[in-house]
């Protein structure tokens, strides 16, 4: 009963915040020319709980942040069918559902199970090289497998070959900007918002060909920083007692190698899916799913049913693989697509728009986008906020056609790519790996800096590094 009440005190409270000409609601689509900021509380709101969740009230985050982000949904669903009519509402919710957030989840998925199928195991010392080397591998691997997925494969052998260290918290937070976040900006399958971007037109290898100065600028500066810093604390430890090594040097092999033979399938249907074009799609209330995406999504579920069945599991037992991550994504991300469903619309409208002070400060003099304020606002949303929304609201901000951002505004998309892949490694919250890589690591017994001494590390190292790459890429 109290649930009742408060579930229709929000409703009521939705639709007074609402301003009255939002009920002038075109037939066809979201009329966000006449939507108010109100319309972008739920979005905002949902993310800002994502945000501090698991950090101010990380017991009830952890048990009820499902129904938390279902209520967020419903703050923008049922007020969209009240003002805009129950088929105009459940059209705009099932066109992102359909045609984004399910393929979205579906390759996640797969590269969380295949990836998790991949087991690195013995033992190297942790010298500076050695590290680097990890740390390099870990990077180019983040294109493939995507960022998570290299992240889990590559942070227990990082870990096993600094555990004798004192000083070895700092292997982890380089760890986090390099393999959990700048190593994945070349391809769709590294980083969740190129993926998206992918969804919505950006040809599978553009990045790769667009953005590969970026990366190998900021990713080369990082790495050496981190020499650097390795070097220091390797010198310091040299005349201090030697700790027993709880995991004894041995040779280093990689189990579960089929599924390596299943990541290239999972690349091999994404990059059918944007070659193979039948021309033919099927109708789900209204919104047209095509063939190619439906066969696509079928060959990447089939591929990590297949990663389940044929990969022994004392190979994931040793990867501490469970589904907690993936299932926590799922519900999240379903109410990120919808919450951003209004937001996406007031966009579209441009300087029509309520977000038209925000498109007046990316634009430049005569109607020019201008990129570094691209890349640094895209970047700092993505620092606090999840990265795969922040790219889309940037996104569509420029336009959201993507053809023309991959050629006459090539530049700007560049610096929407850039600014959310990279800035994600900014604070632990700034995407999905980091948090996964700080627990694990604090599980293993590294003494990993809290949140505010991990943006020191960032802001010490990342940010002249981002200015430097802000002022040669895009100033």
Same mark, same amino acid.
């Given at each position: ?71 967020w ?28 957030y ?21 033992n ?13 591998i ?6 493939v ?29 380089f ?20 993926f ?65 033979v ?37 060959? #990447? ?8 069945a ?22 999240l991300?379903?109410? #990120? ?33 201008n990129? $570094? ?11 606090? $906020? ?5 790219y ?13 951002l ?60 981002? $200015? ?8």
């Open positions: 009963m109290k649930s009742s009440r408060l579930a229709a005190a929000s409703l009521a409270l939705a639709c007074l915040l609402v301003s009255a000409e939002s009920a002038l609601a075109a037939e066809q689509g979201l009329p966000g020319a006449s939507m108010s900021l109100w319309w972008a509380l739920p979005f905002a709101g949902l993310l800002l709980s994502i945000a501090t969740g698991p950090l101010l009230y990380p017991h009830v985050w952890e048990h009820h942040y499902g129904k938390i982000t279902a209520g949904a419903a703050l923008v669903v049922a007020p969209l069918a009240l003002f805009f009519g129950f088929d105009a509402a459940v059209g705009a919710v099932l066109h992102t559902l359909l045609l984004e399910m393929s979205f989840i579906i390759l996640l998925f797969a590269l969380f199970t295949i990836s998790g199928g991949i087991l690195v195991a013995g190297i010392q942790g010298t500076p090289l050695a590290n680097a080397g990890l740390l390099l870990g990077a180019l691997l983040a294109s497998v995507g960022t998570t997925g290299a992240s889990m494969i590559m942070i227990r052998p990082v870990i096993r070959a600094n555990d004798n260290r004192p000083f070895n918290a700092h292997v982890v937070v760890f986090i900007f390099l393999v959990s976040n700048i190593g994945g900006s070349l391809t769709p399958l590294g980083d969740p918002p190129l998206v971007g992918f969804l919505r037109g950006v040809d599978f290898f553009w990045t790769t060909a667009n953005l590969w100065r970026e990366t190998l600028f900021v990713g080369g500066l990082v790495l050496a920083a981190f020499l650097a810093v390795d070097w220091f604390f390797h010198s310091r430890e040299l005349g201090r007692p030697k700790i027993k090594d709880p995991t004894p040097h041995s040779k280093v092999r990689i189990r579960g190698l089929a599924n390596i299943l990541l290239a399938g999972v690349i091999g249907a994404i990059l059918l899916s944007a070659s193979w074009k039948p021309g033919v799609a099927f109708t789900i209330q209204g919104v047209a799913v095509e063939l190619q995406n439906l066969v696509r999504d079928a060959i #990447i579920i089939v591929l990590a049913v297949v990663s389940l044929v990969t022994r599991k004392e190979y994931r037992a040793a990867n501490g693989f469970s589904w907690g991550p993936i299932l926590e994504v799922a519900k991300f379903a109410g #990120i697509f919808i919450c951003i469903v209004p937001v996406i619309a007031i966009l579209r409208a441009g300087l029509d728009g309520a977000f038209a002070p925000l498109v007046a400060l990316v634009t430049g003099p005569g109607g020019a986008p990129d $570094l304020a691209y890349f640094w606002l895209t970047g700092a949303l993505s620092s606090f $906020l999840d990265n795969a929304p922040t889309l609201v940037f996104f569509e901000l420029a336009g959201g056609d993507p053809q023309a991959m050629t006459t505004l090539g530049g700007t998309l560049i610096a929407i790519s850039a600014g959310a892949v990279f800035m994600g490694a900014n604070t632990y919250i700034g995407n999905a790996p980091n948090f996964m890589v700080y627990a694990i690591a604090r599980e293993r017994g590294v003494r990993m800096p809290g949140f505010f001494g991990y943006m020191l590390w960032s802001g010490a190292v990342l940010i002249p590094t981002f $200015l430097i790459a802000g002022f040669v890429f895009f100033g």
